[in-house]
């Protein structure tokens, strides 16, 4: 059987939830293979809505959900989130949940860290949500990170405080803040300790049995293509890499595990917090798409920022990540529009260009060039199937398709789960 990689092609916030959850429901493993509690999916199942940010989606259906070696991990969320969801009536145990054993912490340090550095960022602030996931991949990379498997070895921690401690006391000495109190810190590890060491394992062996058995399974980014730490907007990125490549490594499966790779594409654009945003419309556009989307973060609450549909950025993601097939989302939010307009290229200082640059100040300073199409006046909410939309609503599709040079997969129309159209099966190809 086929598997499926899920991951977001512009930046973020494309309504993954919805599709990852749909697709779960076929799968056996859901697995998160980067980022935090910073990515925030929302999934309406009848008449619940469950808001995650770090659990993989399946775990709402009781599919066997696993947290990947490559997500950064904060145990206090993890314990808050879980214990929410059991509040709503999901099942979590060892049985249907894992974490793997190699995942990095994110600390009470890292937080105020994070926060640190963003207030005295100025106009330089990258945007962050402040949960400590950007410090904790720097302690990780800088091989100082304490992981899940080190709660089991709280006794013979020292020297990890050590190296731990050495970096960070200098850093908030920078601050102005005092240093880490060790002892508090060695406490607060002693009382999650055992609450996360019942979900933690090698992931990667029992997902090596969970593939030999021929199950299905679904591997679910967060964030987006554009906020890649190396393919996006640098410096207003995430702090991992959010690319359908990231799955092997992350999960600990190989490169030849990650299937069917889904781009997941809202119908427009949009963007939470600071950097360039080509198509962004600051006018009454702008503000009737916010509002018809219900543009605010799932984990911050942020307000998003809102532009025309953007093919550019787009056919670079679906390029750079391999993408197979992509799933067009809240298309119905477009609905009643006289025109709408697609961004097919840019002009950057009088060239025309056909790729978003790589230098923050190109990316800054490139003008949009605009191909508008005839809008229409039925609605799409709820279609299941292409008779059911309006034929402008079908040019649109077949003239994005066109321009991403990626053909269309399904069509979201609602946040209900059924509500999708469905033009090749991802589990099946």
Known sequence: MANVTVIGAQWGDEGKGKIVDWLASRADAVVRFQGGHNAGHTLVVGDTTYKLSLLPSGIVTGTLSIVGNGVVLD???LKAEIEKLEGQGVSITNDNFAVADNCALILPLHRDLDGLRETAAGAGKIG???????????????????????????????PQLDRLCAHHDALRAGFGQPAVDRAALLEELREIAPYVLQY???????LKKVRKAGARILFEGAQGVLLDVDHGTYPFVTSS????GTAAAGSGLGPGSTGFVLGIVKAYTTRVG??????????D??????????????????????GWFDAV???????????????????????GFDTVKICTGYRLHGKIMDYFPSHSADQAAVEPIYEEMEGWRETTAGARSWADLPAQAI???????????????????????????????????
């Open 128 to 158: 962050t949500t402040g949960r400590g996931i950007g410090p904790a991949y720097e302690d990780k990379v800088g091989r100082r990170a304490i992981r899940v498997c080190d709660l089991a070895h709280l006794d013979s921690l020292e």
């Open 274 to 283: 600071s950097g360039p945003f080509p198509t962004e419309l600051s006018d």
């Open 200 to 206: 933690a394992q090698p992931v990667w062996k029992r």
């Open 395 to 429: 040019k649109y599709v077949q003239r994005v398709q066109e321009l991403i040079e990626t053909p269309v997969a399904l069509i979201s129309t609602s946040p209900e789960r059924d509500d999708t159209i469905l033009v090749r099966d991802p589990f099946l190809d």
């Open 241 to 244: 890499n959010t690319v359908s």
């Open 285 to 306: 556009t702008g503000q009737r798409l916010g509002e018809r989307g219900h543009e605010f973060g799932t984990v911050t609450g942020r307000k998003r920022r809102c």
């Open 313 to 335: 950025l787009v056919r670079q993601s679906c390029a750079i990540s391999g993408v197979t097939g992509i799933a067009l989302t809240k298309l119905d939010v477009l609905d």
């Open 75 to 77: 145990p206090w969320a």
